[in-house]
């Protein structure tokens, strides 16, 4: 029951203290995703994942957001230096459901 996602999204910042940025998954993604793994989500709602992002491929956690009504997939420090990404970067990615 694998799935794969392909999308672009733009680079967003969340408000706080910490420079956290983000991703959000399109709305038909994060639908899919929700209906086929959801009932498998460990703490907070996250779902594992395999990212790749230009030449960078990692593994992490996607989260469901209320204020965002989507799935949002966190990028790290070390990603954005790698692949050059700005905030307000439309940015391609390659999402893989790793499955328990």
């Given at each position: 029951m694998?799935?794969?996602y392909s999308f672009t999204a733009?680079?967003?910042e969340?408000?706080?203290k910490a420079s956290w940025y983000f991703l959000s998954l399109p709305e038909a993604d994060s639908d899919d995703i929700e209906e086929r793994?959801?009932?498998t989500a460990h703490g907070f709602g996250s779902i594992r994942v395999e990212v790749k992002v230009g030449?960078?491929?990692w593994r992490t956690s996607i989260f469901p957001s209320t204020s965002e009504k989507t799935y949002v997939l966190p990028i790290k420090?070390?990603?954005r230096s790698a692949e050059g990404l700005l905030?307000?970067?439309q940015v391609a990615v390659e999402l893989k459901i790793i499955e328990d």
């Open positions: 694998s799935a794969s733009h680079l967003w969340w408000a706080s793994f959801g009932g030449a960078t491929t420090q070390a990603v905030p307000d970067a």
